[in-house]
């Protein structure tokens, strides 16, 4: 009898990618995310898109890395809404609630400015490098549609990747 396809994941082969770079970005080894019950040649097979691991070995494998369980299980992080909500949580706890909302308020608006510049800062460099991956590939010989499909695959690539800060940032909250 086939097994049913899981719904715990997007994609294994999607699985797989993000597995490997955030491994990578991580400087670790697949020996290295390897444990009892889990081989480094099951982890292979996984970064293949060959194999999908249960929740928990998905689970044991971001907390060795430092990365989002969920991302590495779907590719999708909690929104920055989820995390202000718990920060909020958090903050009511300590403080009076008059206080909570007019620092909140205040943080929260230079936050989302701040945000909004970086996005265009990084929109504004990520143009920049594909025009310059584009005219290199040009001077080469590399046909339109090849170069297209390379400039695709290293976006998508990028999108689905960790950021240095989140793989940083979730090693230090362990």
């Known amino acids: 009898m086939p097994r049913r396809p899981s719904d715990h994941i997007d994609d294994p082969k999607a699985l797989g ?12 080894t697949q020996r290295a ?7 480094s040649a099951y982890v292979s097979r996984v970064e293949a898109g060959v194999r999908t691991p249960s929740f928990q070995v998905i689970r044991e494998w971001s ?8 991302w590495l299980a779907t590719g999708q992080e909690p929104g ?3 995390r202000i909500q718990d920060l909020v949580v958090d903050l009511a706890q300590l403080y009076p609630e008059e206080q909570v909302d007019e620092e909140l308020s205040e943080h929260e608006n230079a936050l989302i400015e701040h945000i909004g510049r970086r996005r265009e800062e990084l929109r504004v460099e990520e ?8 005219q290199t ?4 010989g590399v046909s339109q549609d090849e170069i297209e499909q390379i400039v695709q695959r290293l976006l998508d690539s990028l999108r689905s990747a960790p950021s240095k800060g989140a793989v940083a ?6």
């Open 17 to 28: 990618l993000r597995l490997r770079q955030a491994r990578l970005a991580a400087k670790l």
């Open 127 to 134: 143009s920049k490098a594909i025009q310059l991956l584009r």
């Open 33 to 39: 995310l390897a444990f009892e019950g889990c081989t």
């Open 137 to 140: 590939l040009e001077g080469t």
């Open 63 to 70: 907390r060795r890395i430092g990365v989002n369980a969920d």
């Open 169 to 174: 940032k979730n090693r230090a909250a362990q």
């Open 80 to 82: 920055a809404a989820a």
